[in-house]
T-cell receptor, first 112, second 114 residues
């Protein structure tokens, strides 16, 4: 089975800190995605990547950046964390085909 | 822009009953539709994936159907169990280049009453 691993389940950071959320997948998937999930708003796409070094903005990229230096790893960066970035962050990967998405277990980030 | 709706937002049914969860989408040019389950505080677990050329998929007690012309998908759960309690999300993909982007519904929170 494909495995998508997010390095932290829970994080607490201070306002203004630079925050790195890491995601690693083990099945050579081309596509990787970062979502945030908030009550009443559902899942919203932040950034996605189709290949190493490539990145595309999703629906809510403001305040975030990403890095994909290796195919298996996709990092989400909060340049200067703010309290409105307190959320559940979910990473996903998919193969360029018909096999659907596989999600990680999520990182619950609290910015204080 | 694709919009995905799931109604109702919450549903409670007695254990053992069969039930149907609904998902509707506005753009019928979908590539595939996927159903997920999410337990509180956890990530999403994929349940079923239906390609645009398919009408349904089955896995155990779960059956998902897709009707592109009406913009609807349903997830049927047979003989419900307390362990089925979770939030169920559907998501539609609208790209032909693999699963480029999914648009999610906001989910139906299902409670199975023992």
């Amino acid at each position: 089975d494909v495995k998508v691993t997010q390095s932290s389940r829970y994080l607490v950071k201070r306002t203004g800190e630079k925050v790195f959320l890491e995601c690693v997948q083990d099945m050579d998937h081309e596509n990787m995605f970062w979502y945030r999930q908030d009550p009443g708003l559902g899942l919203r796409l932040i950034y996605f990547s189709y290949d190493v070094k490539m990145k595309e903005k999703g629906d809510i990229p403001e305040g975030y950046s990403v890095s994909r230096e290796k195919k298996e790893r996709f990092s989400l960066i909060l340049e200067s964390a703010s309290t409105n970035q307190t959320s559940m962050y979910l990473c996903a990967s998919s193969w360029e085909g018909d096999y659907g998405y596989t999600f990680g277990s999520g990182t619950r980030l609290t910015v204080v | 822009k694709q919009e995905v709706t799931q109604i109702p937002a919450a549903l409670s049914v007695p254990e053992g009953e069969n039930l149907v969860l609904n998902c509707s989408f506005t753009d019928s040019a979908i590539y595939n539709l996927q159903w997920f389950r999410q337990d509180p505080g956890k990530g999403l677990t994929s349940l079923l994936l239906i390609q645009s050329s398919q009408r349904e998929q089955t896995s155990g007690r779960l059956n998902a159907s897709l009707d592109k012309s009406s913009g609807r998908s349903t997830l049927y759960i047979a003989a419900s169990q307390p362990g089925d309690s979770a939030t169920y999300l559907c998501a539609a993909s609208i790209s032909n280049f693999g699963n480029e982007k999914l648009t999610f519904g906001t989910g139906t929170r299902l409670t199975i009453i023992p």
